[in-house]
């Protein structure tokens, strides 16, 4: 029988040098520019949150009579610690730039957008921009049920807010009354003192008469 012998393959083994990348000298690198933290302020430090939903809104433009996006992003119902008013702000989600910046008055009215419930349409004085500008404004919602809360608690705010201006008005003018009031009794008292002084003033005269 022939034999068959497989033949012998040769291993040559291959010494691979380690590059200096690979190599961990444990030094430690320090960076050429050192940035120091600093504290960014949004404005919302002295504000509590009421309201914060997730939002798309756009604002109408005359000059084309279209609607035009905003942006993307949270709108909140912001409410100031000490004053006690309430303000809109919205935010883009990437960006943060501001897409709407507004106080809720006891003026502004909210409706929803004819044949999307899930949209509300409302005007404000508006200062996103840096400058009060009027504005007319849409905003749209992933769900009914986050339309109607923010709906509703705009229109809550808006009466909560007439009703501390009607409590302000009433305050006024119970002061003006009552300085009014002091007014007149003090000048009632200057009234009955010069009455006072005048027979006294008349007895003298008499008795310088007799004499």
């Not at 914060?52 to 905003?70: A, H, I, N, T, V």
């Not at 705009?154 to 007014?183: D, F, N, P, R, Y």
Request: charged letters at 35%.
């Amino acid at each position: 029988m022939a034999s068959t012998t497989e033949p012998k393959l040769e291993k040559k083994e291959v010494e691979e040098n380690p590059t200096a990348d690979d190599e961990d000298t444990g030094a430690q690198v320090a960076p050429i520019v050192r940035l120091q933290e600093v504290a960014v302020s949004t404005g919302e430090e002295n504000e509590h949150v009421l309201l914060d939903l997730k939002s798309k809104l756009y604002r109408f433009d005359k000059e084309g009579s279209q609607w035009k996006e905003r942006g993307v992003g949270t709108v909140k119902l912001l409410k100031h610690k000490d004053t006690g008013k309430v303000r809109l702000v919205m935010r883009q989600s990437k960006t943060l730039k501001i897409c709407a910046n507004h106080l809720v008055l006891p003026t502004m009215s909210i409706q929803e957008h004819a044949g999307n419930e899930k949209s509300c349409v409302w005007h404000a004085a508006d200062f996103a921009d840096g400058e009060l500008k009027e504005e007319t404004f849409c905003i749209r919602f992933a769900s009914i049920e986050n339309c109607k809360v923010f709906k509703d608690k705009v229109e809550e705010i808006a009466e909560s807010q007439q009703t501390k201006s009607g409590e302000s008005e009433e305050a006024g003018a119970a002061a003006t009354e009552l300085i009014e009031k002091l007014s007149v009794e003090s000048k009632d008292e200057n009234d009955k003192s010069e009455d006072k002084e005048a027979p006294a003033a008349a007895t003298e005269e008499k008795e310088d008469k007799k004499e």
